[in-house]
Each structure stands twice: as structure tokens, then as C-alpha cells.
């Protein structure tokens, strides 16, 4: 309701309101390249497409009457009460669309009570997000690398800097086919953009340095590598990158990108994780309900229903079809989070109705921090609270668990 009073005394929001003006601002604001990045996904884009469309193929059905005077988001997850079913999704790269990166959303996150998901290819290094975060909650988002090394030591750096939960990407093994990406020749990673994880790890830089001496990277610096210099130092001041003659940052991106993902990873691979952490484990990219079962069995935390903003394969089923008979698999055994295509807070009502314990937000933040930085961030946020709470009430529902499936009909 104070969202409706600012409106009536003539505050206008930092941010539009409406999705579709939020996300046209914010492409407006935004270069070609980080626009391709952002805006993009993979082949004809039709999963990108098919994600919203799903949202449209479910009408809510409200219950009248119900006293909805007091209503509470809160939802319990991994042994706490969080204020709202919202998380942040892991977005990489983030400084492509405004100075302050993670550090803005962190801010606005904690604020709203929000935690973040914070990204493998984060532009900051987690500690630095950690602190941004003060107290609050916040995951950490693991890419495994194919250095057994590597990845303990981010999942080991996640634990110490006070993560509450691993959530692993399994979508990603293989970077999608990205035609905007291509065709503007452009990877963020090759510029030496969000891989401020990796540049501020020991187990990394070690690599780095290693490679560094080997013939072929002692050329003269590129132009991509001279950028990556400069994007690496930016967040190291003073550290060893700042050398401009130094063939490190090229090093530095070729190791990574040697390094990245492991596409061997299986299922037996996960006991190594396990082995690694106390801390609750997710599998992000679930899609398909005998993996939703194998993840149960493998003894995972929770599962996170995504196509990646369908970012990875084109014409791969629309992340909230795929909801319902993951629910279904799965029988409760642990939570199920969901992402991918929601646009507004009645958008997440529908996936917390279709059986999702909590829902992620991806693009609509990323506008948010283009547009305004934390305050972006935070208004976005506002307005999915606002949304939600209003769209629960509506529907004559007081709590999280009070959404029902009854409540929802296929057109
Ligand atoms: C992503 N996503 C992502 N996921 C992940 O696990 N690690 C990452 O670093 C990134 N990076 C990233 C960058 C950008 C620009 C986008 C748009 C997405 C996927 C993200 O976590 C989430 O699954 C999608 O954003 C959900 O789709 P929508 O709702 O944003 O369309």
C-alpha cells in the first residue's frame, strides 16, 4: 500500500512499474554488446519466448470472502524463516550494466531481505559481496571447474565468507549458442569481465602464473587482453595485474576458459562435493523428473528449476511446463525452486502454486541496476513483494502455503 500512497502524493518510482517498460528503459540504457548479453539467449530464442508464454497458459482462480487482512510471504527454507519466497538469481558479468555490480545488488538485497545467489561469474569477489551483505543471507553459485582444486577452493571461500547453501549450475557445461553474443564477437569472459572469482583465488592465480610462462601466452597483449587487464585491475588494485607489459590477464583468460566447466561431470561426482561441504547442496538446471528423482536419491538439498532464462538450448521446454511434474517426482522430499520467465509477482504466485518452494528472479533485477543501481535494485524488489502480497490476498490467501493448486486452471 505504500507503493500506492508514494503514487498518490506524486512520488514516482525510480524504475517503471510495468515489466515491459522496465525491461525497454533498460535496453535503451544498455550498449549492443551488453544488451546481446543480457537480453539474449540461445538460437531463435524460442525457449525464451515459450518461458513467458507457459506463465499465460494458467489463469488464476480466486477464492471470495476470505478474511486477508494479515498476510505473511515468509516461507521456511533450509531450517530458516525468510521473509518472502524470492531469491536473487546467480547473473554473471553484472558489471556490464553498472559500476557498483554486485556490490548494488547485495545492498538491495539485504535490504529488502532478499538473499542473493551470488555468481561463479560474479564481477566482484564473493568476500567483498559477502560484506556488501553485512548479516544477510546469502548462496553461492558454483560453475565446477574441471580443477577438482578450484572448485574447493570457492565452495571452501563460500563457507568461510558465510554462504548458506551451494547451488550448482548444471546447464551450463557447455556455453550455449549465442548468436548475439557471436555475432557481435563478443564473451564477456574473453575481455576479462566477471572472472573476479577466479582472479582474487590462489588455487587460480597459481594456474595463471604457470601458464604465464609458457612460450605462447608471452606474445604482445591483444586488444582483448589489454582489456581484460583492465577490467581485472580494476578490481585488484594494486594487485599483481597491474602491470600493463605483463602477459598475465591473457593468461589469466585462457586458463579460464581451459578451466571453466568440467563437460565430464557426473553423478558420481557429487559425493565429492559432499564430501567438501556441510553446507546444503542445489542442483540448478533440473528439468527433467528422473533427474528430479536421481537428485533426490543422490541426497541433494533442494533442486532448482531452470532453462537458464533459456539461455542454453534453444527449444528446450519451458522452465514452468517443466514445474509440475518435478513436483510431482520429487513428493516433497525437498524443496523445489523455480526460474525462468517470471515478470511479475503474480507470475510467481502461479510457480508457488504449481508446487515451487521459492522462485528467483533473473533479468528484472539486472534492469533495475542498469536503470537506478541499488535503488533499481530495490524498487524492482518492492514491486515483486508488492505484487505478490496483493495477488496472494486477492486470490483469498493469507500465507505461502494457503497457495493451492485449486487456485489455478489450465486455459
Ligand atoms: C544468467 N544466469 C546464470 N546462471 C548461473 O547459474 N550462473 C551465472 O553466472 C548466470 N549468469 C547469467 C547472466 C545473465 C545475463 C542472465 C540473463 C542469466 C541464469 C540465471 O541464474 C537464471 O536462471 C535466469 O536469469 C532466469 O531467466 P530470466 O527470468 O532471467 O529470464
Known sequence: SQIYRDGVYGRKPAVPVAAAALRDAAHRRLSKRALGYVAGSAGLETTATANRAAFDAWRVVPHILTDVSERDLGVDLFG????????????????????????????????????????????????DIAAAIGGGSWWFQLYWSREDAL??????????????????????????WRPRDLDDAYLPFAFGRGIAQYTSDPVFTALVRERATRPRTTQRPTLAALSALASIARHHPGGFWTNLRSP????????????????????????????????????????????????????????VVSNHGGRQIDGAIASLEALPRVVTAVEDAIPVLFDSGIRGGADAYKALALGAHAVCLGRPYVYGLTLAGTIGVRQVLSHFIAELDLTLGLSGCTSIPDITRDTLRAV
Open 80 to 127: 530458516r524463516r525468510r521473509p518472502t519466497p524470492y531469491l536473487l538469481a546467480p547473473i554473471g558479468v553484472l558489471d556490464l550494466v553498472h559500476p557498483e555490480a554486485d556490490l548494488a545488488v547485495a545492498r538491495a538485497a539485504t535490504d529488502a531481505g532478499v538473499p542473493m545467489i551470488v555468481s561463479s561469474q560474479a564481477s566482484t569477489p564473493m568476500e
Open 248 to 303: 598475465l590477464p591473457r593468461a589469466a583468460v585462457e586458463t579460464f576458459l581451459d578451466v571453466f566447466s568440467r563437460p565430464t561431470l557426473t553423478w558420481d561426482d557429487l559425493e565429492k562435493l559432499r564430501q567438501h561441504t556441510t553446507l546444503p547442496i542445489l542442483l540448478k538446471g533440473v528439468l527433467h523428473p528422473d533427474d528430479a528423482v536421481r537428485a533426490v536419491d543422490s541426497g541433494v538439498d533442494g533442486i
Open 151 to 176: 572448485m574447493e577452493s570457492f565452495v571452501s571461500r563460500a563457507e568461510k565468507a558465510g554462504a548458506e547453501a551451494i547451488v550448482v549450475t548444471l546447464d551450463t557445461h557447455l556455453l550455449g
